[in-house]
Each structure stands twice: as structure tokens, then as C-alpha cells.
């Protein structure tokens, strides 16, 4: 187990909701990402956190938006979703600096569905 | 083009079998990369990391070859639990992006008895 957590591991929504998903990332770890990854597909990047700022960003339109705490966890918001938004949400932990690997590791992830 | 492609399978091969995947990416400047196992509605797991010529553990290889811009990997003495998807990563140098992983699409590998 990576001791990465998220919550919560299902949801549904309809079109146009919002929804915030959880993630705690692995005791020591000071970064966390998150990617969408579709049916078939190879995960996608949405964004990356680091001592609580956004520290890089992928092709997401801004209803995608982050947060990440002083313990590190993290939350993912989108806002008015829509149907091609229904994915496994995963959110990966890992320890950024000098000298570091860059070996990032994932939670279960959630899997949204919108109606 | 996308940045990391990989054969998407499916590889069926008998147990006992040695398989291989390949994995092209596009950035040369490409600094880390990793494979990653994930299991049918399971997220992706860690199974290697390739930061120079390559890597071993046990029976998997994965070696890196910059000049193509090629990472592969090897599986010798293939099992029954090794049937899952197959995912390569490249980490490329700093940029807006962090420190983001840049996944291909997956290689499905099935071993049959």
C-alpha cells in the first residue's frame, strides 16, 4: 500500500453540479497531483501542488481548480461539470527537491460518473 | 503527436513466456521515466523507475535507449499475475507543468496457462 488516500472511491453527479474530491498523500511526502484518467486511456495531468501552491498546471479548463493544505492533503473542485468529466480521478503523492526521484504514487482514486 | 506512445495490445503470451513493450516519447530532453502496473479499475502502481541505461528487478528489465528515445520492458518467465495494463511515464525537464508525469496510453499484456 502506498498510504495514499482519497475520498470519496465513487460518485455521481448530474451536469452542471460541482464536486470536490479528498486526497492525503504519504506521510513525508510534500507534493501532490492530480490526473483524470478516461476508460482506455492513460492518465492525464490537471495539476500539481507544492507547499500549498499550484506548481505547474496541464491543458484543464479553470472549473478545474486545487487546494492543498498544511498537512499536505489536497482537494480537486470542478465546477459546472459536464458529461466528458466522467473519469478515475487519482491523485498521486510524492517528495519534490533537490536530488529527489520524482516517483510519484497513487491513491485508489475516485471514479466520477455525471448523468 | 502525443509525448509518450506505447503499442496498446493487447500481447497475449503463454506462462512461462518472455514479453517485451515498448515505449517512445517525444521530448529528448526527457529526464526521468518510470513504468507503472494497473490493474483492471485499480489505480496505477509503481513497478520501475529508469533514470540512466536501465533497471532490473527480478524478472523485469526496463532499459533506456536516449538516442531512439525509447524506454522498454522486459518481462521474463511471464505469470498468470502478471496480466494487467502496462504504463510508461517520462517526466520532462521543468517547465509549467512541474513535475508532471506524462503517461502513454498503456500496453494490455494477458498470460494464458
Known amino acids: 500500500e502506498t498510504g495514499v488516500t482519497q475520498s470519496p472511491t465513487h460518485l455521481i453527479k448530474t451536469r452542471g453540479q460541482q464536486v470536490t474530491l479528498r486526497c492525503s498523500s504519504q506521510s513525508g511526502h510534500n507534493t501532490v497531483s492530480w490526473y483524470q484518467q478516461a476508460l482506455g486511456q492513460g492518465p492525464q495531468f490537471i495539476f500539481q501542488?507544492?507547499?500549498?501552491?499550484?506548481?505547474g498546471r496541464g491543458n484543464f479548463p479553470p472549473r478545474f481548480s486545487g487546494l492543498q493544505f498544511p498537512n499536505y492533503s489536497s482537494e480537486l473542485n470542478v465546477n459546472a461539470l459536464e458529461l466528458d468529466d466522467s473519469a478515475l480521478y487519482l491523485c498521486?503523492?510524492?517528495?519534490?527537491?533537490?536530488?529527489?526521484?520524482?516517483?510519484?504514487?497513487f491513491g485508489p482514486g475516485t471514479r466520477l460518473t455525471v448523468t | 503527436r502525443k509525448e509518450v506512445e506505447q503499442d496498446p495490445g493487447p500481447f497475449n503470451v503463454p506462462e512461462g513466456a518472455t514479453v517485451a513493450f515498448n515505449c517512445t516519447y517525444s521530448?529528448?530532453?526527457?529526464?526521468?521515466f518510470f513504468w507503472y502496473r494497473q490493474d483492471c479499475r485499480k489505480e496505477p502502481k509503481l513497478l520501475m523507475s529508469v533514470y540512466s541505461s536501465g533497471n532490473e528487478d527480478g524478472r523485469f528489465t526496463a532499459q533506456l535507449n536516449r538516442a531512439s528515445q525509447y524506454i522498454s520492458l522486459l518481462i521474463r518467465d511471464s505469470k498468470l499475475s502478471d496480466s494487467a495494463t502496462y504504463l510508461c511515464?517520462?517526466?520532462?525537464?521543468?517547465?509549467?507543468?512541474?513535475?508532471?508525469?506524462?503517461f502513454g496510453k498503456g500496453t494490455s499484456l494477458l498470460v494464458t496457462p
Open positions: 501542488y507544492y507547499r500549498e501552491e499550484e506548481n
Open positions: 498521486a503523492s510524492s517528495q519534490a527537491g533537490q536530488g529527489v526521484s520524482y516517483e510519484q504514487y
Open positions: 511515464a517520462a517526466v520532462p525537464p521543468w517547465s509549467n507543468s512541474g513535475y508532471a508525469l506524462n
Open positions: 521530448n529528448s530532453a526527457s529526464q526521468s
